[in-house]
């Protein structure tokens, strides 16, 4: 039995169209977070939305709200996530020289505090922060897109992590962002993960409820 992990669905690769029925689908489906990628045309080449639009989701629904911001100084707008209803927010290492500062306004504000970091950013940007953080998000694309191909050399990462957590004690959750599927869910969660985004390969396969079966069998499976 492989430890129990949580299926975040990256809610970019839904119908924008109907926002408010994906996310009821969601819930329906017996999924509990739902991973929303604000992007912002600078730190990374995409634009999506921002707390408007998710203050306009909250109303709608009780799902965990995942925020991951891969926005430039991301420090300026922290309290506006918070306040439109992001229940996590998750900061890039690369976006700010005040990492600390963020991080510790996240948790001020009463949301869980996590940090991602970029393929080729190395866990020492994150190190000294650790006891600091609920969640550690291991990208294993380079953001900005979804649908990409997994990049192999993160599942090391994804394991150097999980060590470094074991030896110091920790328990902040590892999270995996960027071409997750059924294939390499086993290989993810040997590896240490807690928490799979899946966006292409969660949304482009409905029924949901099935998806996430899928899901389910795959992390029950030998890793390939
Ligand atoms: C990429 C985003 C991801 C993306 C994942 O910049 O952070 O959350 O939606 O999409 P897939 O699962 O299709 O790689
Ligand atoms: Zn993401």
């Known amino acids: 039995m492989t430890p129990p992990f949580i299926l975040s669905p990256s809610l970019l690769s839904s119908d924008f169209a109907r926002l408010a029925d994906e996310l009821a689908a969601l819930e329906a489906a017996g999924l509990s977070w739902v991973h929303l990628d604000v992007m912002d045309g600078q730190f990374v080449p995409?634009?999506?939305?921002?707390?408007?639009?998710?203050?306009a989701m909250r109303k709608t629904s009780r799902l965990y709200f995942d925020t991951h911001l891969m926005i430039e100084r991301p420090e300026r707008y922290l309290a506006e996530f918070r306040a439109a209803g992001s229940d996590l927010?998750?900061?890039?290492?690369?976006?700010?020289?005040?990492?600390?500062?963020?991080?510790?306004?996240?948790?001020?504000?009463?949301?869980?505090?996590?940090?991602?970091?970029?393929?080729?950013?190395?866990?020492s940007a994150v190190e000294w922060l650790l006891p600091q953080l609920d969640m550690v998000l291991i990208m294993?694309?380079?953001?900005?897109?979804?649908?990409?191909?997994?990049?192999?050399?993160?599942?090391?990462?994804?394991?150097?992590?999980?060590?470094?957590?074991?030896?110091?004690?920790?328990?902040?959750?590892?999270?995996?962002?960027?071409?997750?599927?059924?294939?390499?869910?086993?290989?993810?969660?040997?590896?240490?993960?807690?928490?799979?985004?899946?966006?292409?390969?969660?949304?482009?396969?409905?029924?949901?409820?099935?998806?996430?079966?899928?899901?389910?069998?795959?992390?029950?499976?030998?890793?390939a």
């Open 46 to 55: 995409n634009i999506t939305f921002g707390p408007p639009l998710i203050a």
């Open 89 to 123: 927010i998750c900061v890039h290492a690369e976006a700010t020289v005040h990492l600390e500062r963020a991080v510790a306004e996240i948790a001020r504000l009463g949301a869980a505090p996590a940090v991602a970091l970029n393929p080729a950013t190395p866990l």
């Open 140 to 223: 294993t694309v380079n953001p900005g897109f979804g649908g990409q191909s997994f990049i192999p050399f993160c599942l090391d990462k994804i394991r150097a992590l999980s060590a470094l957590r074991r030896e110091r004690g920790l328990a902040f959750r590892i999270q995996v962002d960027g071409g997750v599927t059924p294939d390499n869910t086993a290989a993810l969660l040997a590896a240490g993960a807690d928490v799979l985004v899946s966006g292409s390969a969660f949304f482009g396969h409905p029924p949901y409820k099935e998806r996430l079966d899928v899901f389910h069998a795959a992390a029950d499976s030998k890793p």
